[in-house]
Every structure is written in structure tokens, then in C-alpha cells.
């Protein structure tokens, strides 16, 4: 004799809420993780601003020239005029420069042979979080703010 087994009709409320368990965790995960890739988006952004102005003054001195680091605030893109780089999509980026130092939606800090420069402060915003750059006129040295 054989025995026959009922076809499923559905789901029992164990399987549904195993399943509902999990979509919960998945989602805590997801709602907790974009403010910290949101803040590390933006740090690992200001380190690179950094960088480059850190880089745009120490080829100023080595070269005896003067050396522009620039913003673009329309194609959200920084850098040297060889080398730009783009800011992440989303970000805001505001700039405080000399007077001098900007053009159209284009500022610059300018880095002279000597170690000082223009000076200047770049703002970063990204989903809530900040950082700024400030460059002191008389130094040339960049400061990181969170």
C-alpha cells in the first residue's frame, strides 16, 4: 500500500515568519548602513581634497612655480589642471576663495614657491553628514574638519 502525501497549499505561519524575521534584519541592516557609508563616502572625499592640496603646495616649493588647485563646482570635479578627480554623485561641494581665484563655477586656491598660498575653504556635504577643508593663507597648510 501506498501512501499519498497532501500537496502543499501554502506556507505555514513558522515558514512566514522565519521569512518575515529575516526581512526585518536585512532591512535594520540596509536603514543602519547608509548613514555610515554616507560618512565614510565623505571622509575618504575630504582626505582626498587634502591630499591634492597637500600635493598642489609641495609641487609649488619643489618646482618654484606657482601651482592652482581647482574646483569645479558645475562638473563636481577637483584637482590639478593635469589630474581632476570627481566628487562623488550627491555630494554638495561649497567653496570660500579669493575673489582672484574664481571664474564662472571654477575657484582655485593658488599655492605660491614660497609655501603660502591664496588660502581657502572648501565645504562637503553628503546625505546629512560634512566635512571642511581650510587653507590658511600664510601657511599654505591644509586643515581637515569633520
Do not use: C, Y
Amino acid at each position: 500500500m501506498r501512501h499519498r502525501t497532501k500537496p502543499s497549499a501554502g506556507f505555514t505561519l513558522v515558514e512566514l515568519l522565519v521569512v518575515m524575521g529575516i526581512m526585518g534584519l536585512v532591512l535594520v541592516v540596509v536603514v543602519n548602513a547608509r548613514p555610515k557609508a554616507a560618512s565614510t563616502r565623505i571622509a575618504v572625499t575630504a582626505r582626498a581634497v587634502g591630499a591634492t592640496l597637500q600635493l598642489a603646495r609641495a609641487q609649488a616649493m619643489a618646482s618654484n612655480t606657482e601651482t592652482v588647485f581647482r574646483i569645479d563646482t558645475d562638473r563636481l570635479q577637483f584637482g590639478l589642471p593635469r589630474s581632476m578627480h570627481s566628487f562623488p554623485k550627491g555630494m554638495t561641494v561649497a567653496m570660500t576663495v579669493a575673489e582672484t581665484e574664481r571664474r564662472d563655477d571654477v575657484g582655485g586656491i593658488r599655492f605660491f614657491p614660497d609655501g603660502q598660498s591664496s588660502g581657502g575653504e572648501i565645504a562637503l556635504t553628503l546625505d546629512g553628514r560634512s566635512a571642511r577643508i581650510a587653507v590658511n593663507w600664510l601657511t599654505g597648510e591644509s586643515q581637515l574638519n569633520r
